[in-house]
């Protein structure tokens, strides 16, 4: 799920947004200037970058990221299941985290339902593999990147199956 999160960082900007603050678009794209490493993630905003009726974006993710991002996410091995986006990857059903700390080991397994080590709080935290509140930030951020992209950007869904959907779908 930690991978999947930066996708949720967007907020979409309309024209008369920008234009009642002129000079709140101006600074941003000066102060990203100044960091080459960021602007190379995140997604490009200013002129030049605006999306369906002229609107813009500031995003973590850039396309090809959000992309990789979704793929993953899409996948029915990975994230994606017939009830929601699952908190941990299936993967993981099959090739559980295993790492050792002073002769004691510790694993992250996917499990169907309450967790079975107390390392997650005891069940505090943990509530099964489908968190609605992610699930419910994921959702808004696909329908944010629809605004700005409209029908411009599709995917495949489910990852592997040549069907291609846009960010509303």
Known sequence: MVGLLPMCAITVVEKYQRESVPGAMKHFIQRTARMPEVMASIHPAGPGHLGVHERGIMALVNPKRLRRILARMLDENEFLSPYGIRALSRYHAEHPYVFHV????????????????????????????????????????????????????????????????????
């Open 102 to 169: 002073d002769g004691a080991e510790y694993r992250v397994d996917y499990l169907p339902a309450e967790s079975n080590t107390g390392m997650f709080g005891g069940n505090s935290i943990w509530r099964g593999p489908i968190w609605m509140p992610v699930n419910g930030l994921i959702i808004r951020a696909l329908l944010s990147f629809y605004l700005y992209y409209g029908d411009n950007f599709k995917v495949e869904c489910p990852t592997g199956s040549g069907k291609l959907m846009n960010c509303s779908r």
